[in-house]
């Protein structure tokens, strides 16, 4: 993993997540940029989590609580608001039934898709071929604009 404090000076001091998420910020400057992922982002994470719930519910399971672990050691607004999109979106997958697969994987594809447009819009590549960690650090950025809208701080 990155050192995002040294990439960063002036957050030394920050918490970690705020560092997360000003270093993911970074590449992600341009209105339109920001757009396409508050779009993208959520349909990447439903699609993600049906594919694996194709694979099986419980590998589906593993790996949002895995996801919840990560969370719940930044932000314990961001873990209880990724426990509630997790639950939402594990609700739509059941609804999806035997159509989970064909579905999640066009929303899948689809979904990067406009990623790759809004970072060829941005001029900057996507901040998870620096750091993996960014894949769930993604969400995080596209809440903490909408908390930060709402006066809610994380």
């Not at 979106?89 to 159509?99: Q, T, W």
Request: hydrophobic residues 55%; proline residues 5%; positive net charge.
């Amino acid at each position: 993993m990155n050192d995002i404090a040294d990439t960063s000076p002036a957050l030394a001091g920050s918490r970690k997540v705020d560092q997360l998420l000003a270093h993911y910020g970074e590449s992600h400057q341009n209105p339109r940029n920001e757009l396409i992922h508050f779009i993208a982002i959520p349909l990447i994470m439903l699609s993600l989590v049906g594919m694996l719930f194709a694979l099986h519910p419980y590998v589906a399971y593993a790996f949002v609580a895995a996801s919840m672990v990560y969370y719940a050691r930044l932000s314990a607004v961001f873990f209880v608001s990724m426990a509630l999109w997790s639950a939402v979106f594990l609700g739509v997958l059941l609804a999806m039934g035997s159509l989970v697969l064909p579905i999640c994987a066009g929303i899948f594809v689809g979904a990067w898709i406009l990623q790759f447009i809004g970072h060829k819009i941005e001029g900057k590549k996507p901040s998870f071929f620096e750091d993996i960690q960014y894949l769930w650090v993604g969400p995080l950025f596209v809440l903490s604009k909408l908390f930060t809208r709402l006066g809610i701080r994380w």
